[in-house]
């Protein structure tokens, strides 16, 4: 009897996995593949679309242009997994079997608590979220006046806030309008971790849009009016006015996963998966922001779209490979360095083999623009890909 093989989620991680999994596949098993949505979007451009909403069909490519004939493809939200019985529960009831489950779930934004941080904010994991963003943004310019500009605020200065305040800055200086664009973080730099040359480059290329940074203080409490920054027994809070707030600031697991039945991160609720993507249960595999994916002793691949790329290669072999009873592969992160937008202007840092670790300028962009056309040349086609050029 044919393997049944379900795979979960159209992001970077799903999308190339079905790819790398019809690749390799020869009958072996088949294929059935589950997303919330008909299409897959190329979220490292998602902040695109803040700036201008006609964007957002050049970065969303349908299901049908990825994916083969052979593979069965079933629109609707997961509701949660039982492994046991290897049953995946959809939220219209529906239910689908499976021998064989990869986990490529994506994430969801982490609150961390924060009284109102939740109900307060724009998050950025998807189109709506976008084009929720551009619409209070505009309407917001528009109540606008001199002596009184709107105040719009990114929360976390990771990849997504940073490349999201950029897009804000860019709308602002195209449109004229009347905005204040300011950038908290709560750890003492922007993208905290990284390089300080490359810090230094996007704190620069930040500061020259006109973006105001705030780092070294945490969001402490959020109400309709206002982000309450830093603060304590002794301490007042620092109060920020808002108009529109956006908060980036970190990534959870999904809620589908709550009740899974394989082993998580009590934290963070991402699923623990070996570097062959196994998790606790044997058949179920795991990659992407769903996936802390091992890489070492209390070591994790990053939740990056470029480790997904990388981790969806192996990972669809992998479904194949285990179908047939074979050995499967083992995966470890390649870090072949990190590219930014902010605004037009881009920043990249330890490109190999380029002998310059920091750099903008045209060559910057030209190669961020390159490796988001090459990802939708892989998964779609090269006509697509050169059409999407200009607006990444």
């Not at 990771?158 to 999201?164: A, M, T």
Request: hydrophobic share 40%.
């Amino acid at each position: 009897m044919t393997s049944q093989v379900v795979v979960l989620g159209s992001g970077y991680a799903g999308a190339g996995a079905v790819k790398s999994f019809e690749e390799a596949n020869d009958d072996a098993a088949e294929l059935t593949w589950i997303s919330e949505h008909d299409y897959h979007l190329v979220l490292h451009e998602s902040h695109r679309v803040i700036r201008d909403t006609s964007v957002a069909s050049k970065i969303t490519i349908p299901v049908d242009e990825i994916k083969s004939p052979e593979t069965t493809f079933r629109q609707g939200r997961v509701a949660g997994l039982d492994v046991d019985d290897r049953v995946v529960h959809l939220e219209d009831g529906e239910t689908v079997d499976y021998d064989y489950l990869l986990i490529a779930l994506g994430s969801r934004t982490a609150f961390y608590g924060i009284e109102g941080l939740e109900a307060y904010s724009h998050t950025l994991k998807g189109l709506d979220d976008a084009r929720e963003i551009h619409d209070d943004v505009a309407a917001a310019a528009t109540d606008a006046t001199q002596s009184e500009p709107a105040q719009v605020v990114v929360g976390g200065a990771g990849l997504s806030g940073i490349q999201s305040a950029g897009e804000l800055a860019a709308y602002r200086d195209e449109h004229r309008a009347l905005i204040d664009v300011t950038l908290v973080e709560g750890l003492d730099s922007v993208l905290p971790g990284q390089d300080p040359e490359l810090q230094g480059a996007l704190r620069q290329r930040l500061e020259d849009a006109d973006v105001d940074i705030m780092c070294g203080e945490f969001v402490s409490r959020v109400d309709e009016d206002t982000i309450f920054i830093g603060g304590g027994e002794d301490d007042e809070p620092t109060e920020l006015d808002y108009d529109v707030f956006i908060w980036t600031g970190g990534i959870t697991g999904q809620d589908e996963l709550d009740d899974a039945g394989v082993d998580k991160d009590d934290r963070s609720n991402r699923v623990y998966a070996d570097r062959d993507f196994r998790t606790s249960d044997d058949r179920v595999f795991a990659i992407g922001d769903t996936a802390l994916v091992e890489q070492g002793p209390e070591e994790f691949a990053p939740p990056t779209a470029q480790a997904a790329w990388q981790a969806a290669d192996v990972a669809g072999e992998n479904l194949v490979r285990a179908a047939k009873g074979q050995s499967l592969r083992t995966w470890t992160y390649d870090d072949k360095g990190t590219l930014v937008s902010v605004g037009e202007k881009a920043v990249a840092h330890g490109v190999d083999p380029l002998p310059i670790d920091t750099f903008g300028g045209v060559g910057a962009t030209t190669l961020k623009k390159f490796v988001a056309a090459r990802w939708i040349a892989d998964v779609s086609s090269v006509g697509r890909a050169i059409d999407a050029w200009s607006d990444m």
